[in-house]
């Protein structure tokens, strides 16, 4: 059974601080991994997709990259800003079968101004 | 990748009652889900709506509680039904890109009470 554990819990930073979210996945037979957005009480906006042939991706100040041997993703966000404060989800979907997601348990983020 | 509309955003309602909640998408999509987020947890798949037959559930949901209907490809309601103060969670519906990526695309969410 395919489970996603995110490190930390929880950030507090001070803007303009680079940081780095941590996603791992005890199955590595994944078909690709997505990062969500997630603000109180909202849906579930798409940070980035990752197909398992994939090493990286980068949209604006976001890069995330995947290490599917190893079973780990992180999500690397530059320059934080107050506006980035919201919780971050990763989830895989695995590669044959249904087409699930498997949430990971989040990243609750707080960038101070 | 597809735009969601989902309604209610939120409400609170009275424990016994039920509500339902509608998700239109913008285009002919195969996989639609609902999925369960209660409060300070991840989500949780609660079924896979199919066109055209029964949604299928996941371990721990059955369909008295959740019936799910999916007349078309671009709409589905999950109801949930009989409520208690349990059921309050925010509830999503998601879809699958049709396309080559298979990302997903979620709705904003239903945040509901029960009192």
Redesign the interface.
């Known amino acids: 059974k395919q489970e996603v554990t995110q490190i930390p819990a929880a950030l507090s930073v001070p803007e303009g601080e680079n940081l780095v979210l941590n996603c791992s996945f005890t199955d590595s037979a994944i078909?690709?991994l997505?990062w969500?957005r997630q603000d109180p009480?909202?849906?579930?906006?798409?940070l980035l997709?990752i197909?398992s042939s994939q090493r990286e991706q980068t949209s604006g100040r976001l890069n995330a990259s995947l290490d599917k041997s190893s079973g780990r993703s992180t999500l690397y966000i530059a320059a934080s800003q107050p506006g980035d404060s919201a919780t971050y989800?990763c989830?895989v979907?695995r590669a044959t079968g249904?087409?699930?997601?498997v949430?990971?348990?989040?990243t609750r983020l707080l960038v101070s101004p | 990748s597809a735009v969601i509309s989902q309604k209610p955003s939120r409400d609170i309602c009275q424990r016994g009652t039920s509500l339902t909640i509608q998700c239109q998408v913008d285009s002919q999509v195969t996989m639609m889900f609902w999925y369960r987020q209660q409060p300070g947890q991840s989500l949780t798949l609660i079924a896979t709506a199919n066109q055209g037959s029964e949604a299928t559930y996941e371990s721990g949901f059955v369909i008295d509680k959740f019936p799910i209907s999916r007349p078309n490809l671009t709409f589905s309601t999950l109801t949930v039904s009989n409520m208690s103060p349990e059921d309050s969670s925010i509830y999503l519906c998601s879809v699958a890109s049709s396309t080559r990526d298979y990302g997903y695309t979620f709705g904003s969410g239903t945040r509901l009470t029960v009192v």
């Open positions: 078909y690709n997505q969500f009480g909202k849906g579930l906006t798409s997709l197909q989800l989830a979907r249904f087409q699930k997601l949430f990971g348990t989040g």
